[in-house]
């Protein structure tokens, strides 16, 4: 067997057909995860209330936003640090909280991340994505960085 660029494996003429089996199993699961994006919108500084940072766009493609990730460089907030996702300038109304005194926050998008049914907050292709900070102002931290990790959508 050898490796491909996009880091799937081939296999050689004569394998057997449980080795093939395994390969493409392997290689799909490979893709699949290749198939995520995560963009990190930073917060440098003093984090104010009402702070929105991190304008994205992808033109070809849909995002589909399944989990958030908070990550606080430096000091731990003393309070709650409190996000939402803004989509074309629609802000949404799920909220991605980091505790006060934690320094990290793993957060699934509950249903369509804005109250409704759903498997993730659709970012069609075109629009942008920034961050918001809702409650920020005194909790202390210098430094804070979320990232909404996202499916690709191509259509």
């Known amino acids: 067997m050898s490796q491909l660029r996009d880091g799937t494996e081939t296999y050689a003429a004569g394998t057997s057909r ?20 995560a963009v990190p919108v930073l917060f440098p500084g003093a984090i104010l209330d009402g702070m929105v ?6 033109p070809n493609y849909d995002r589909i936003i399944e989990f958030v990730e908070i990550a606080i460089e430096g000091d731990a907030p003393a309070t709650d640090m409190i996000f939402q996702l803004v989509v074309d300038g629609v802000v949404k109304s799920q909220q991605y909280t980091l505790a006060g005194g934690g320094a990290y926050a793993y957060i699934t998008v509950t249903g369509d991340g804005n ?3 759903g498997t993730g907050l659709v970012v069609a292709a075109g629009s942008y994505l920034q961050a918001k900070a809702v409650t920020a102002t005194n909790a202390g931290a210098s430094y804070a960085v979320l990232t909404p990790i996202a499916r690709r959508r191509i259509q």
């Not at 449980?18 to 994006?37: F, G, H, P, W």
């Not at 940072?53 to 992808?58: A, L, Y």
């Open 115 to 117: 109250g409704g049914a």
């Open 18 to 37: 449980m080795t093939a089996d395994t390969v493409i199993l392997a290689n799909t699961a490979k893709q699949a995860d290749m198939n995520y994006e």
């Open 53 to 58: 940072r991190g304008k994205s766009k992808r």
